[in-house]
């Protein structure tokens, strides 16, 4: 079984910066991708970064240059650094990671983009 520890969620003025954390732990031999969704109220969850096991990054069109995704393989963690916050990125923010042949999600954190 994998459990994934999301933190970092919060109020934040709109201009302002989260730092979000993803931590795996249980039976890990080891992470294949690891993405982050967000999902606002009334609307469907949608993908907002990935990071392939060899570092490659994508990104959607709407965080390209404010959202930097990360990882540390050693620690079995992802990050998403968010910079220029926008009140439409407003969100529960999930973490998604690909162990063996599951998908593992966390619970989610809230993220408040204050105007």
């Known amino acids: 079984q994998v459990q994934l520890v999301e933190s970092g969620g919060g109020l934040v003025q709109a201009g302002g910066s989260l730092r979000l954390s993803c931590a795996a732990s249980g039976s890990i031999f080891s992470i294949n991708d690891m993405a982050w969704y967000r999902q606002a109220p009334g609307k469907q969850r949608e993908l907002v970064a990935t990071i392939t096991g060899g570092g490659t990054v994508n990104y959607a069109d709407f965080v390209k240059g404010r959202f930097t995704i990360s990882r540390d393989s050693a620690k079995n963690t992802v990050y998403l650094q968010m910079n220029s916050l926008e009140p439409e990125d407003t969100a529960v923010y999930y973490c998604?990671?690909?162990?063996?042949?599951?998908?593992?999600w966390g619970q989610g954190t809230q993220v408040t983009v204050s105007s």
């Open positions: 998604r990671m690909g162990v063996g042949l599951y998908y593992y």
